[in-house]
């Protein structure tokens, strides 16, 4: 999940090691520049191990599947006809991808990046089943596709052995009205998106039994779910085209200010993304690429153009969760020598 393709890095970095070997001429100077150059290639490397070193890029799905930059610039495409939703699991570097329409999906995985195999278009052994999948999530190596038609969400398993499906299981199946959004917590409960009544959300355990329903004031036609690193929900509200952020047991907004990000022309909203790295949130819209606010506050920063065209599904890649730590080992280290060579007078 590290990139191991050490020899891209960013030009900061890059300019900052070739300042240092410049200057580097302590005998115990090595020690410490091993460091910043350990740090350095650990700043440029994400979750899936993406070649251009970018934490903070995207995945958009459009009709077919691209890999975007930090910035919305263009980098691949990732070979997938008809892509409609995507989602990265993290623990095994794989991007799966729904593609399809009108009752005929396939589900479709990619591996071996940073130089992604053809994709893999998984075998339902069963039938395909879905009817209307909305969003979807991974987790310990199965699939969960939310349906609105079938007012359920859907687990596929047997996906990491050999891309055949093996076994299905219907979650909430009919007690779920008009799925939109799921995502899992921490601690493995399984949040669902509904758009009965006025909109809810509905919390199953870990074991998918329903526990609880939450109602969110203000809330409209909910879709896409995700947490940050903090514990904190965000719900896609499509009615009001905008993201709501609160507590995941009492439905209260979080946060010391207001926070409802929103612009003009984001008028189809249709699935989001955090990005921690950058502190971004990424809306997509069905008709107008994707719109990207402050995480923090809600404050609109730009729209990105995709394709020309909408965006149905969006994931944000996120750098390892050790790049910090090692950052912080590397500079420390710096601190350190800076030290040592003052003293010596």
Same mark, same amino acid.
């Given at each position: 999940?590290?990139?191991?393709?050490?020899?891209?890095?960013?030009?900061?970095?890059?300019?900052?090691?070739?300042? /240092?070997?410049?200057?580097?001429?302590?005998?115990?100077c090595?020690?410490?520049? /091993?460091?910043?150059?350990?740090?350095?290639?650990?700043?440029?490397?994400?979750a899936?191990? &993406?070649?251009?070193?970018?934490?903070?890029?995207?995945?958009?799905g459009?009709?077919?599947?691209?890999?975007?930059?930090a910035?919305?610039?263009?980098?691949?495409?990732?070979? =997938?006809?008809?892509?409609?939703?995507?989602?990265?699991? *993290?623990?095994?570097?794989?991007?799966?991808?729904? /593609?399809?329409?009108?009752?005929a @999906?396939?589900?479709?995985?990619?591996?071996?990046? $940073? +130089?992604?195999?053809?994709?893999?278009?998984?075998?339902f052994?069963?039938?395909?089943?879905?009817?209307?999948?909305?969003?979807?999530?991974?987790?310990?190596?199965?699939?969960?596709?939310?349906? @609105?038609?079938?007012?359920?969400?859907?687990?596929?398993?047997?996906?990491?052995?050999?891309?055949?499906?093996?076994?299905?299981?219907?979650?909430?199946?009919? +007690?779920?009205?008009?799925?939109?959004?799921?995502?899992?917590?921490?601690?493995?409960?399984?949040?669902?998106?509904?758009?009965?009544?006025?909109?809810?959300? *509905?919390?199953?355990?870990?074991? @998918?039994?329903?526990?609880?329903?939450?109602?969110?004031?203000?809330?409209?036609?909910p879709? /896409?779910?995700?947490?940050?690193?903090?514990?904190?929900?965000?719900?896609?509200?499509?009615?009001?085209?905008? &993201?709501?952020? *609160?507590?995941?047991?009492?439905?209260? $907004?979080?946060?010391?200010?207001?926070f409802?990000?929103?612009?003009?022309?984001?008028?189809?909203?249709?699935?989001?993304?955090?990005?921690?790295?950058?502190?971004?949130?990424?809306?997509?819209?069905? @008709?107008n690429g994707?719109? =990207?606010?402050?995480?923090?506050?809600?404050?609109?920063?730009?729209?990105?153009?995709?394709?020309?065209?909408? *965006?149905?599904?969006?994931?944000?890649?996120?750098?390892e969760?050790?790049?910090?730590a090692?950052?912080?080992?590397?500079?420390?280290?710096?601190?350190?020598?800076?030290?040592k060579?003052? +003293?010596?007078?």
């Amino acid at each position: 999940m590290i990139d191991n393709n050490t020899q891209h890095l960013y030009g900061k970095e890059r300019l900052f090691i070739r300042t /240092a070997q410049t200057r580097c001429k302590m005998k115990h100077c090595s020690v410490w520049l /091993a460091s910043v150059m350990v740090g350095a290639v650990m700043l440029s490397s994400t979750a899936l191990g &993406v070649p251009y070193n970018s934490p903070g890029n995207f995945y958009a799905g459009n009709g077919s599947l691209g890999e975007y930059d930090a910035d919305g610039i263009y980098l691949r495409s990732l070979g =997938v006809p008809g892509a409609k939703d995507v989602v990265i699991d *993290v623990d095994s570097g794989k991007l799966i991808a729904l /593609a399809g329409s009108a009752g005929a @999906f396939d589900i479709w995985v990619i591996d071996a990046l $940073p +130089n992604p195999l053809a994709p893999h278009k998984a075998n339902f052994f069963f039938g395909n089943g879905l009817q209307d999948p909305t969003s979807m999530a991974y987790r310990n190596d199965r699939l969960y596709v939310a349906d @609105f038609q079938l007012n359920a969400v859907v687990e596929l398993g047997g996906l990491e052995a050999d891309y055949a499906v093996v076994w299905r299981m219907d979650i909430g199946l009919g +007690n779920i009205p008009n799925p939109g959004g799921l995502v899992f917590d921490s601690s493995g409960q399984l949040f669902v998106s509904s758009s009965g009544g006025s909109g809810q959300i *509905v919390v199953f355990n870990s074991g @998918f039994v329903h526990q609880r329903t939450m109602d969110i004031a203000g809330l409209q036609n909910p879709g /896409a779910l995700e947490f940050d690193s903090n514990g904190n929900l965000y719900v896609l509200s499509k009615g009001s085209n905008t &993201v709501m952020r *609160v507590d995941p047991i009492s439905g209260a $907004p979080t946060g010391t200010g207001p926070f409802a990000p929103s612009h003009l022309n984001l008028q189809n909203a249709a699935g989001i993304s955090l990005s921690e790295y950058n502190n971004r949130l990424l809306v997509a819209d069905e @008709f107008n690429g994707v719109f =990207v606010f402050n995480l923090s506050t809600g404050e609109y920063i730009d729209t990105y153009s995709i394709g020309g065209g909408g *965006v149905t599904g969006i994931a944000a890649v996120v750098p390892e969760p050790a790049t910090l730590a090692l950052v912080g080992i590397a500079f420390g280290a710096l601190a350190f020598r800076r030290r040592k060579r003052n +003293n010596k007078g």
